[in-house]
């Protein structure tokens, strides 16, 4: 595994992170196989862990914290998000008031068994959310040694602008992959401005080369129907990305995180998986360097919009 620095906060975090999300985080999913798969990432070299308290209707951040228990948690980034909420009915919340966000803090750090968060993200706020009121105390939370750094996940580019010039954030999280060249920009701009870039959807959620169709589990249905109903658009353009799958000495998945890292300013990628396989497959691709003409042909694929 390789590392690379988070940005300007002194943190190093290792290139693919684990996101302890969806049905990872599910009480359908087996308990034990998911602690298992949280162990395998530690003793792959996985440092950064991300998750968040509204992920699987609040389920996420409480497993991810008994998966972690007895574990040296020193080297260790977890990252988790507050701001939306599980509200019942499979439906999420959205508070982004400060005494909301700082109780949302102080509960995931009860969760996560954590005496401090590595990184607190605001979870998909919108540009109205992002209020001095809400910035005093997030910067009351790190006065208080309940969180060491800062950031904002968003796919809003606007969002994205508003964090850069905002000095009390230290990170962003984006959607970026084969499919979202377009973040590039955003993302030179915000490591210019000195924060940390995390790539969120970093393998585009399998869409690539028709991978969700591919049906073993009951799980694989989820994935699908959800893929199906929110990202349909994703999964018919990541068919045209079935050449990743033909790159000679890697899988599909690692040559699309290969892809991802092989940015420069990208700290980490955050991958989710329900299978140990594929955790080592995604682990494996640290490091690995993509062909020039393969980028060169994903960049023809879909290219960026000027």
């Not at 979202?180 to 790539?199: F, H, N, Q």
Request: glycine share 10%; proline share 5%.
């Amino acid at each position: 595994m390789r590392y690379r620095p988070l940005g300007a906060t002194g943190l190093t975090v290792s290139e693919i992170g684990f996101g302890a999300a969806s049905w990872w985080g599910k009480p359908r999913f087996d308990e034990a196989a998911a602690v298992r798969l949280v162990h395998a990432a530690i003793e792959g070299g996985v440092t950064f862990f991300d998750t968040g308290s509204s992920y699987c209707a609040g389920e996420a951040e409480p497993r991810l914290g008994r998966a972690l228990k007895g574990r040296d948690a020193s080297r260790l980034v977890v990252a988790t998000k507050a701001g939306t909420f599980h509200a019942g009915g499979g439906r999420i919340g959205r508070n982004f008031s400060p005494a909301a966000v700082t109780a949302s803090a102080e509960r995931s750090l009860r969760n996560l068994g954590l005496d401090v968060l590595p990184l607190l993200q605001l979870h998909g706020p919108d540009l109205a959310d992002l209020t001095d009121d809400l910035v005093d105390a997030l910067k009351g939370l790190k006065a208080r040694g309940l969180v060491r750094t800062l950031g904002v996940n968003s796919f809003d580019a606007r969002v994205i602008e508003r964090t850069i010039g905002m000095p009390a954030f230290d990170a962003v999280m984006i959607d970026y992959n084969v499919l979202r060249l377009d973040r590039e920009p955003l993302i030179a701009r915000a490591t210019l401005a000195g924060k940390a870039v995390l790539a969120g959807m970093a393998l585009a959620m399998g869409h690539t080369g028709y991978q969700v169709v591919r049906i073993r589990a009951p799980r694989d249905l989820w994935y699908a129907a959800r893929a199906l109903a929110r990202h349909r658009a994703d999964v018919v353009r990541g068919a045209r990305f079935g050449f990743l799958n033909q790159v000679e000495g890697m899988t599909g998945a690692q040559a699309a995180l290969a892809f991802v890292l092989d940015n420069p300013r990208v700290a980490c990628a955050v991958i989710g998986t329900t299978r140990l396989s594929h955790l080592e497959d995604n682990i494996s691709a640290s490091g690995l360097t993509l062909p020039p003409e393969i980028e060169a042909r994903v960049r023809q694929t879909i290219p960026m919009p000027f």
